[in-house]
């Protein structure tokens, strides 16, 4: 099982991101997906997470500026970004929990994209 993230880059305060990330393996079912970032010398942050049914939750610091979503097949998700800050600037990694053939359930990450919001 794999998780890869994309989508990363630099952009300038007030602009937007689109971030994907990608599962693939021998996967039977995903359940929630979710978005965390960390910042230079501070702890994992979560963001969002979406259920496989599509309910969503976001941290206080990112709602009603970030947006979480999924394709059709469940196996993507998405972090939509917009109104960026400088305070945003992290590495910015996808988790989702999956059952996969002969692992049964586990959390994976992926390998994380990096964010720059600069000007």
């Known amino acids: 099982v794999q998780l890869q993230a994309s989508g990363g880059g630099l952009v300038q305060p007030g602009g937007s991101l689109r971030l994907s990330c990608a599962a693939s393996?021998?996967?039977?079912?995903?359940?929630?997906m979710a978005w965390y970032r960390q910042a230079p010398d501070k702890q994992r942050e979560f963001l969002a997470v979406i259920s496989a049914g599509g309910s969503t939750n976001y941290a206080a610091s990112v709602k009603g500026r970030f947006s979480i979503s999924r394709d059709n097949a469940g196996k993507m998700v998405f972090l939509q970004m917009n109104s960026l800050k400088p305070e945003d600037t992290a590495v910015y990694y996808c988790?989702?929990?999956?059952?996969?053939?002969?692992?049964?359930?586990?959390?994976?990450w992926g390998q994380g994209t990096l964010v720059t919001v600069s000007s």
């Open positions: 988790n989702a929990n999956i059952f996969a053939a002969g692992l049964g359930y586990g959390s994976h």
């Open positions: 393996g021998s996967i039977s079912s995903i359940n929630n």
